[in-house]
C-alpha cells in the first residue's frame, strides 16, 4: 500500500510539472557556410568590412595608388575594359563594392576560393591573380586611384 501511494504521489508530481520550453527560434542552415554566415556576399571576404567613400578624392591616395597600380597590376590590367590576364579596370568601382575590391586585393586566395563572383573572374581569365602581400591601405589607394579612373572627382 505504501508503495501504491508514493507511486501515486510521484506520478502526480510528473502530471502536474509544467511543460517544458518549445524552442520557436530558427535553427541555422548546418549546410552553409561559417563564412557565408557572417559576411555580405558583395563585400566579399576578408578584413575589410567597412569602406567611406569621401568626394572629392583623396588626392594623395589616387598618387600613391597608380604608383602601386604602375609597380604591381599594370602588367595584367589596362585602364579600360581590355582583358590582358586579368580584366580591364573600366568602371569596376560601379560593378562592385569597394569592400569587395579590397579584399580581392588583400585577401585574394580565399577570394578565390571561397567567392562566387572571384571565382568566376577566375574562370573568364583562366589564370589566378597572384597574391601581391598588399596591405589594407595600399589596397585603399588603389580603390581611390580605381575610383579617379571611373570618372569620380
Not at 562592385?96 to 574562370?123: F, G, S
Request: net charge negative; aromatic share 4%.
Amino acid at each position: 500500500m505504501k508503495y501504491l501511494v508514493a507511486t501515486v504521489v510521484i506520478a502526480l508530481m510528473f502530471a502536474c510539472a509544467p511543460d517544458k520550453p518549445v524552442n520557436t527560434e530558427e535553427k541555422p542552415d548546418i549546410n552553409q557556410s561559417a563564412v557565408e554566415a557572417i559576411t555580405d556576399p558583395t563585400k566579399g571576404i576578408g578584413a575589410v568590412k567597412n569602406v567611406t567613400l569621401n568626394t572629392p578624392l583623396e588626392q594623395d591616395r589616387v598618387k600613391r595608388g597608380l604608383s602601386i597600380y604602375e609597380m604591381k597590376c599594370l602588367s595584367c590590367h589596362k585602364l579600360d575594359e581590355t582583358r590582358i590576364v586579368g580584366p580591364g579596370w573600366k568602371d569596376i568601382t560601379k560593378k562592385r563594392k569597394p569592400e569587395w575590391i579590397m579584399n580581392m586585393i588583400t585577401n585574394v586566395d580565399v577570394m578565390l576560393e571561397q567567392d562566387p563572383e572571384a571565382q568566376k573572374l577566375l574562370e573568364l581569365c583562366l589564370m589566378r591573380m597572384p597574391n601581391q602581400n598588399m596591405s589594407i591601405g595600399d589596397a585603399r589607394d588603389v580603390l581611390e586611384f580605381m575610383r579617379q579612373n571611373d570618372g569620380e572627382k
